[in-house]
């Protein structure tokens, strides 16, 4: 084997057989890329090679006893700073949290270990997962590595950079708006966010809590599969958590998919589209026809309307949620002259300008005399978007869109206007409020070798299909087209 070949799960699960490679002298080869390339990523906030390297020495008395490997033994990942690690601080990129080390594991991260995985740290990412660039966090932005005068994308930009950089194998990240998939599209890697409960939300720190959702990010379709049927399933500590079988992934993605039926809604084609990203994505499409699947146009009329109820549904949910931050419970403490002079200096010290801004929006939405007007209505609308797809899935298997309206734009280029950078989740937001599951994959790339994501939306707990689905387009040769 290369010494360069880019490591997957299977290839490691066989270096590891063979006795080409330990696991501790892997983990060792990913520290020594994230030492050269970490210092211009700005990808990892924390390190934890005490954690990795114990889990190494695991792995490898194991493979010298000849038991049985898990499925991820030895392989290296990367885990979003808003899920909990146990031991290992845990920040949501926020200056409020910046000594937080908490005192369990999240049940998404129980799983990885439990499976073998070996914990390299904790990724940067917009402050409490808020933003759709990495530029919110409050120890600075992640560069894409693809072109690293440009946003990664947001909230779970660090994770993607790793993955696409070679800093990890896989890693998880969290979609609230599009936090997943559209991190995924910037950075030219496949990028799954599952649907609402499928993954246990335990260990998660709150964002907004009927939209936050744990997924994968990965080279490559079939890693992504093996780490979702890991972390999947009904954890009785999530009361949001479903009792839902969870398929085998890894033999489901490898069904054909000819005559599948794909549905192409015409609003995710409409103005502000950028030309390069919509003929990527059409061909795409094109090529999801000659594998045999039936195209079929859709409307989905109440698209126009997502963004707005997005942004009233997810900071309702920001208010109340990072209420908890107050200096008395948790993280930082700043003194006052009276108790409410105390929760004031606290949150200015602690809070960020984007995390302020949308707890404001956020309490006003949910105040007397308001409450009806907006977020009482947000919610009617939101049922409206879940039944354009519920409609539209009578008559289609899966739902083909762009992930984002543009590539990957220049870092600074819209921290002045808040409402530009909201309207980048324009394509990610309506699966989020519909709670369906959703993947980004790569497409090509633009004239200036920007990547282009395809976004593939299907019902609920269809994630087995949404992954064929990725999967056949990848076998295709879809991801360079």
């Not at 949001?240 to 969870?246: I, K, L, N, Q």
């Not at 707890?359 to 978007?385: E, P």
């Not at 530009?420 to 309506?430: E, G």
Request: net charge neutral; with cysteine.
């Amino acid at each position: 084997m290369s010494p360069t070949a880019p490591w997957t799960v299977a290839r490691i699960q066989t270096s590891l057989h063979a006795k080409k490679i330990s696991a501790r002298e892997l983990a060792t080869e990913f520290y020594a890329k994230i030492d050269r390339q970490n210092p211009v990523l700005n990808a990892y906030l924390t390190l934890s090679p005490e954690r990795a390297y114990a889990q190494t020495d695991r792995v490898d008395a194991a493979i010298a006893r000849g038991d049985k490997l898990p499925p991820l033994a030895g392989v290296p990942v990367a885990i979003k700073d808003v899920i909990g690690t146990s031991g290992i601080r845990t920040t949501c990129g926020s200056k409020i949290l910046e000594s937080y080390v908490p005192p369990y594991d999240a049940t998404a991260v129980a799983r990885l270990e439990n499976a073998g995985a070996v914990i390299l740290g904790k990724t940067n990412c917009d402050e409490f997962a808020m933003g759709s660039s990495n530029e919110n966090s409050a120890y600075g932005p992640v560069r894409n590595p693809v072109a690293p005068d440009r946003v990664p994308g947001g909230s779970s930009g660090g994770s993607a950079a790793a993955v696409a950089a070679g800093l990890a194998v896989v890693a998880l990240g969290t979609d609230t708006g599009g936090s997943i998939r559209q991190p995924g599209s910037f950075c030219g890697i496949p990028a799954l966010m599952p649907t609402y409960g499928r993954v246990s939300r335990y260990g998660l720190i709150a964002f907004a809590s009927s939209l936050d959702r744990i997924g994968p990010f990965a080279e490559n379709i079939a890693d992504a599969a093996t780490v979702m049927s890991v972390i999947s399933g009904h954890d009785e500590n999530d009361s949001t958590s479903a009792a839902v079988s969870v398929p085998d992934y890894s033999a489901e993605i490898e069904k054909p998919v000819q005559g599948l039926r794909i549905g192409v809604p015409e609003e995710y084609f409409a103005g502000g589209i950028d030309s390069e990203v919509k003929d990527k994505v059409l061909a795409a499409i094109a090529l999801m026809e000659k594998l045999g699947c039936r195209r079929i146009p859709l409307k989905m009329p109440h698209t126009e309307y997502a963004i707005a109820t997005y942004y009233i549904v997810a900071t309702a949910e920001a208010s109340s949620n990072l209420a908890r931050y107050d200096g008395v419970r948790l993280g930082l403490r700043v003194s006052g002259a009276t108790l409410l002079d105390m929760y004031r200096k606290t949150r200015e010290r602690g809070f960020g300008p984007e995390v302020k801004r949308r707890i404001m929006l956020g309490t006003y939405v949910l105040s007397s005399g308001y409450y009806d007007a907006y977020y009482l209505r947000a919610q009617k609308v939101r049922s409206l978007l879940a039944r354009d797809f519920s409609d539209a899935f009578q008559k289609v298997d899966a739902i083909l869109t762009p992930t984002s309206p543009t590539p990957a734009f220049k870092l600074g280029e819209k921290t002045s206007d808040p409402l530009q950078m909201y309207l980048a989740d324009i394509y990610t937001v309506t699966g989020s409020l519909a709670g369906i599951p959703g993947i980004s994959v790569p497409c090509g790339k633009t004239k200036a070798q920007l990547p282009v994501g395809l976004q593939i939306l299907g019902p609920h707990f269809s994630e087995s299909r949404v992954l064929q689905l990725a999967r056949a387009f990848e076998r295709a040769d879809g991801f360079s087209i």
